[in-house]
């Protein structure tokens, strides 16, 4: 009776799906706009999209231009009992409404302004539900900080596996140490300290990471988007997201024309920084005048994608990858399980070793067996991603217009609605179960949601003998 009950759990936990999370796939595909149909979208057909926090702890001690938070953010004090409050609601409405399986970004002001046990615990809720969570910061924080989230009291890893996003530009000012960088340059040796953070954690306590590099655009920093990817490719980062600026959040920060520097234009500088073209039509998140993203790695100094979407031979991988396997939960499942319900599908499906070995025999063909033994056969996946965002006026009448059930005449406000209806990134409010896209909640939510917190959880000036002011809890 046991043997036979332990085989049933382990074909159950096998199963090459959830019927759950195809089903909130469906649903998602559903939703989208026939703009968002098309044959390299990835919504509907292996997950549902990115989800984020609001509201939890929009206080951060960097001033930056522009900065998408409102006015009111930095009046609310950090406060761990209400982030693991608001984490739970939010993650329990994302959890109802979008499956069990999902990307998460415990996002809001500067998260390392948290105290190591309570950034722990939001993530331990997130995972709770389902959810691989990613940390936003803006990296200036030291190694004993990362050392008390990662090890608990008695120095014993609390995850396998952490995942941050860290912000560095040259228009962040207060850094410690580059009060106002003079350029993006002189901010590498601090992306560099950042990076080794996390080579030493997993060297001394085994802890794996993913870490993503995140800059905001505009016409100052254009110019030299290739220069960081070039300098830094190597340092650890597995992604590197460049976002132009828009005219969104505190406008006392909107100092420079950022529609100047457009999405080709950033999107070519960072080709420039790859030294390849980076077809971003092979895999789509959403909408691609929201995002675009490329897949590909580094081997020695020079980029590959994983899918040449000039060959319709890769196209057919990609093609079968969401007939065949598109449906698995890749997302926070342990390795030897998702091995197993992969050799599941392949079982069912010889021709996917077929298919996959052709790719294989392509994708080595294109770096070449020379160049793969001159760098040890060492491969370092890196993703390319561009998100814009839109400006705060245009957002406010497409979303009037969703809510009255109407389409927008006027083409760009069109235009704007069928962007949030395939918005690749969600926001919850547990107050009314509904899910906003991020636009939305930046452009016309997280004001009043500042303000009504800057009275739940107010700042306190103390002043000191010189008169200087600081912060402090009640």
């Known amino acids: 009776m046991r043997i036979g009950r332990a085989l049933r759990a382990l074909e159950r936990a096998t199963r090459p799906y959830d019927v759950e999370f195809a ?4 649903r998602r595909w559903a939703e989208l706009p026939e703009t968002a149909r098309t044959p390299g979208q990835v919504l509907g057909r292996h997950g549902v999209g990115c989800e984020g926090t609001h509201g939890v702890f929009p206080k951060c001690d960097l001033k930056c231009a522009p900065c998408y938070h409102s006015r009111d953010a930095n009046r609310v004090r950090v406060d761990g009992p209400h982030t693991r409050e608001q984490v739970a609601a939010q993650l329990g ?45 803006h990296g200036d924080f030291d190694a004993e900080y990362l050392s008390r989230l990662a090890l608990d009291h008695d120095g014993v890893p609390r995850f396998r596996r952490l995942s941050f996003a860290a912000h560095f530009d040259r228009f962040m000012y207060g850094r410690r140490g580059i009060e106002r960088p003079p350029d993006e340059r002189s901010l590498n040796p601090y992306r560099e300290r950042f990076a080794a953070m996390f080579h030493r954690l997993r060297k001394e306590h085994g802890v794996r990471f993913f870490l993503a590099h995140n800059m905001t655009v505009t016409p100052g920093n254009l110019d030299e988007i290739a220069g960081v990817i070039r300098d830094c490719h190597a340092m650890g980062y597995r992604m590197f997201s460049f976002q132009p600026a828009a005219f969104l959040g505190d406008e006392r920060r909107w100092r420079q024309r950022f529609r100047e520097a457009t999405p080709d234009a950033v999107w070519a500088e960072i080709e420039r920084g790859a030294g390849a073209r980076l077809d971003h039509r092979v895999l789509e998140h959403g909408d691609v005048r929201c995002n675009r993203t490329a897949y590909g790695f580094f ?32 997302t926070g499942t342990p390795p030897a ?4 319900r992969i050799l599941r599908v392949v079982a069912r499906h010889p021709s996917t070793v077929v ?18 033994c001159r760098h040890r056969m060492r491969v370092r996946p890196v993703t390319f991603v561009m998100h814009q965002f839109m400006d705060a006026d245009v957002v406010a009448e497409a979303w009037a217009a969703t809510r009255r059930g109407e389409r927008a005449r006027p083409p760009h406000i069109r235009e704007a609605q069928e ?10 409010h547990p107050s009314d179960g509904t899910l906003v896209p991020a636009c939305v909640q930046h452009a016309l939510l997280d004001p009043a949601e500042n303000a009504a917190l800057r009275r739940l959880l107010p700042v306190v000036e103390v002043r000191s003998q010189d008169g200087s002011g600081r912060s402090a809890r009640p």
């Open 23 to 26: 089903e909130a796939m469906e």
């Open 355 to 372: 298919t996959a070995l052709g790719w294989l025999v392509r994708a080595v063909r294109r770096v070449g067996v020379g160049r793969l």
């Open 419 to 428: 962007r949030l209806a395939a918005c690749h990134y969600t926001m919850a």
């Open 337 to 340: 399980l998702l091995v197993a």
């Open 299 to 330: 081997v020695g100094g020079r980029w590959y994608p994983v899918l040449d979407g000039d060959d319709p031979r890769d196209l057919g991988v990609r093609d079968a990858f969401f007939r065949y396997f598109g449906r698995t939960t890749f």
């Open 93 to 137: 409405v994302l959890r109802a409404s979008r499956g069990p399986r999902a990307h998460a970004q415990l996002i809001g002001g500067e998260v390392s302004l948290l105290a190591p046990d309570d950034h722990a615990a939001a993530l331990r809720i997130m995972r709770d539900h389902g959810r691989e969570p990613m940390s936003f910061t």
